[in-house]
């Protein structure tokens, strides 16, 4: 069975700061994917990370891939309140592209 | 480009009551997919869709759960009899079914059984 782990699952963080999310998973996949979730709302697709060594950055959001490593992260440079939110991790099912989410990070980034 | 259209957007009902939820998604986008996501967990996969046959449905528990995508187009979900434990937003996702699998979301029904 498939197993998406993202630690830390709750962070508060001060605006400036810098941080990184992790994300494990348990079986090969040469994708993953990073999506946004605001309070109430749906999912924001961030990334899509296709390949080992994948880097992708977007704004004080930057994402990469180790396949080997079987591992993501998603790195936040010099947080800012909008940036407040959950961010899931998610890695294609066996079945096809349906999607096997972790739990979430709750971020809180406070002045 | 319209966006994954989902209606209601909230409902409330008691519990052994039934509910359906409405999807309409993308233009030309194949794959269709239903996720439940229950109150601070990430979503699960409920089933898949690629245009009217079903690729996946696992983890939908059939007993009392249906779901069927007319045409290759809209989809309905529906529950009969609801338990308490169906308290989630149910989202629907949709995808081109091919290249990068990227997914996009409709807003969710939030569902809450009583």
């Known amino acids: 069975e498939l197993k998406v782990e993202q630690n830390p699952l709750f962070l508060s963080m001060q605006e400036g700061k810098n941080y990184t999310i992790y994300c494990n998973y348990s079986t090969t996949s040469d994708r993953l994917y990073w999506y946004r979730q605001d309070p109430g709302k749906s999912l924001e697709s961030l990334f899509v990370?296709?390949?080992?060594?994948a880097v992708k950055q977007e704004g004080r959001l930057m994402a990469s891939l180790d396949t080997k490593a079987r591992l993501s992260t998603l790195h936040i440079t010099a947080a800012v309140h909008d940036l407040s939110a959950t961010y899931f991790c998610a890695v294609p099912t066996n079945s096809g592209y349906a999607l096997n989410f972790g739990k979430g990070t709750s971020l809180l980034v406070t002045p | 480009e319209a966006g994954v259209a989902q209606s209601p957007r909230y409902k409330i009902i008691e519990k052994r009551q039934s509910v359906a939820f409405w999807c309409n998604p993308i233009s030309g986008h194949a794959t269709l997919y239903w996720y439940q996501q229950i109150l601070g967990q990430g979503p699960k996969l409920l089933i898949q869709?690629?245009?009217?046959?079903?690729?996946?449905d696992s983890q939908l528990p059939k007993d009392r759960f249906s779901a069927e995508r007319l045409k290759g187009v809209d989809s309905t979900l529906k529950i009969q009899p609801a338990k308490l434990e169906d308290s989630a937003v149910y989202l629907c996702a949709n995808s081109s079914g091919t290249g990068i699998g990227e997914q996009f979301f409709g807003p969710g029904t939030r569902l809450t059984v009583l």
């Open positions: 869709f690629q245009n009217n046959g079903v690729v996946d």
């Open positions: 990370l296709l390949s080992n060594g």
